[in-house]
């Protein structure tokens, strides 16, 4: 089993959660993802991507780390490149830590996408910032861990139907959720949170810095 953690470039807080996600994990740093290595703890043994937002200081600070620099005009984001890095050396896990937020909108968007196509694909993947958890959410029953009270949305990619969602403050049964619909935006857990989809395509975003009701 090789469980892999790709820094990318977007917000990020250590929290205890988020440490013990990427305790004993390889890393592989997008560009500026290289940041969050040492608030992790992690030694990556790869930095990639195109290095347009790396400055003199981060080069200084991580020049051991071995480098894969690849031209600003490419087919692919600095994450989808470490992601496929650590896919070519055998992940069997990721986390996308530092995938919410940044500078850029569209990559943070990107992100959300890719790991609902890693997970059809049957790679189990969590995006985090720490204070903000993703999980994909496909056809089936799921279980979270998520402390009590947590505020949580799902997002559908797709529309949803057959939506059964336990152990929240809103529960919902078979529900058809039209595609853009805010039905499922700002729930909160209430005991252990399950969730069963019987179509489509969603992600689970659980917030652990906000207070309930926010």
Request: proline share 6%; net charge negative.
């Amino acid at each position: 089993m090789s469980h892999f953690v790709i820094l990318l470039g977007g917000d990020l807080s250590p929290t205890p959660r988020l440490r013990d996600q990427v305790a004993g994990a390889r890393a592989i740093a997008a560009d500026s993802g290289i940041r969050h290595a040492e608030a992790l703890g992690l030694d990556p043994e790869l930095w990639t991507g195109d290095f347009d937002s790396v400055d003199e200081g981060l080069r200084g600070r991580f020049e051991r780390i071995p480098t894969e620099i690849f031209p600003a005009e490419k087919d692919m984001t600095d994450g989808e490149i470490a992601v496929e890095a650590a896919l070519a050396r055998g992940a069997t896990s990721l986390v996308l830590a530092g995938a919410f937020g940044g500078r850029r909108a569209d990559h943070a968007f990107l992100h959300l996408a890719a790991a609902i196509r890693l997970a059809e694909g049957g790679m189990p993947v969590v995006l985090s910032s720490g204070d903000q958890e993703g999980r994909p959410l496909l056809t089936g029953d799921a279980a979270f861990d998520f402390p009590d009270g947590t505020l949580f949305s799902i997002l559908g990619f797709t529309p949803l139907t057959g939506l059964t969602v336990r152990g929240a403050k809103w529960p919902l049964d078979g529900a058809a959720v039209p595609f853009g619909s805010s039905l499922t935006i700002s729930n909160e857990v209430r005991g252990a949170l399950s969730i069963t989809l019987g179509e489509g395509r969603a992600l689970l975003v659980a917030h652990f810095a906000e207070p309930a009701g926010a």
